[in-house]
C-alpha cells in the first residue's frame, strides 16, 4: 500500500459525461501528478500540482482539468467524455516539487469506461 | 519514432532464469532512467533509478544504461513467479521534467 487513495475505484459513464476523479496524497507529500494509462498510449504524464499550485502540463486535453485544495487532495475533472477517454488514471504524490519519479508513489488507480 | 520503445512481449521464462527487458529511446538529452514494476490492477512502483549511462545492482535487479547506444536494459536473476508483472522503463531530461514511460513489457515467470 503506497498511502496514495484514489476513489472512486471504477467509473463507468457515456460520452458527453463529466466525472471527477479524486486523489489524497500520502501524508506529508505537497506534488500530486495524474497520469493516464491506455492499451494505445501507455502511461502518460497529464499534469502536476504542488501545493496548491500548477507546476507542469504534460498531455492533457482541453476538456481535461485539474485542482489541489488546501488540504492537498486532488481532483483530476473529465468533461465531454469520448469513447477514447476509456482509460486506467492514476495519482501519485511526491514530498518534493521535482518530477523525478524516485520521489513519486503511485496509488491504486481509478478505471475509467466511457460508454 | 516514438521517443521511448519497449516490446510488450508477453514475456515467458521458467522459474530461475535470467531476464533480460530492454528499451531504446530516442532523445539523447535524457539522462535519469527508471524502471518500475507494475502488477495487475495496481499502480506501478519504483525498481531502479539510474543517472546517466552505467550499472546499478540492487539485489537481484541490475539496471544498465548505454547512452551511446540509446539503449536500457533491466536483468532479474534467479527470477521467481511474484517477479510476474508489467515491467515499465522511463526516462527524463532532468529532475524537473515531466516523464516519458514506455508502453510496458509484460512478464510472466513459469513454476
Known amino acids: 500500500d503506497s498511502g496514495v487513495t484514489q476513489t472512486p475505484k471504477h467509473l463507468i459513464t457515456a460520452t458527453g459525461q463529466r466525472v471527477t476523479l479524486r486523489c489524497s496524497p500520502r501524508s506529508g507529500d505537497l506534488s500530486v501528478y495524474w497520469y493516464q494509462q491506455s492499451l494505445d498510449q501507455g502511461l502518460q504524464f497529464l499534469i502536476h500540482y504542488y501545493n496548491g499550485e500548477e507546476r507542469a502540463k504534460g498531455n492533457i486535453l482541453e476538456r481535461f482539468s485539474a485542482q489541489q485544495f488546501p488540504d492537498l487532495h486532488s481532483e483530476l475533472n473529465l468533461s465531454s467524455l469520448e469513447l477514447g477517454d476509456s482509460a486506467l488514471y492514476f495519482c501519485?504524490?511526491?514530498?518534493?516539487?521535482?518530477?523525478?519519479?524516485?520521489?513519486?508513489?503511485f496509488g491504486p488507480g481509478t478505471r475509467l469506461t466511457v460508454l | 519514432q516514438k521517443e521511448v520503445e519497449q516490446d510488450p512481449g508477453p514475456l515467458s521464462v521458467p522459474e530461475g532464469a535470467i531476464v533480460s527487458l530492454n528499451c531504446t529511446y530516442s532523445?539523447?538529452?535524457?539522462?535519469?532512467f527508471m524502471w518500475y514494476r507494475q502488477y495487475s490492477r495496481k499502480g506501478p512502483e519504483l525498481l531502479m533509478y539510474t543517472y546517466s549511462s552505467g550499472n546499478k545492482e540492487d539485489g537481484r535487479f541490475t539496471a544498465q544504461v548505454d547512452k551511446s547506444s540509446k539503449y536500457i536494459s533491466l536483468f532479474i536473476r534467479d527470477s521467481q513467479p511474484s517477479d510476474s508483472a508489467t515491467y515499465l522503463c522511463?526516462?527524463?531530461?532532468?529532475?524537473?521534467?515531466?516523464?516519458?514511460f514506455g508502453k510496458g513489457t509484460r512478464l510472466h515467470i513459469l513454476p
Open positions: 501519485a504524490s511526491s514530498v518534493l516539487a521535482g518530477g523525478l519519479a524516485d520521489t513519486q508513489y
Open positions: 522511463a526516462m527524463t531530461l532532468n529532475r524537473d521534467d515531466k516523464i516519458i
Open positions: 532523445n539523447s538529452a535524457f539522462q535519469y
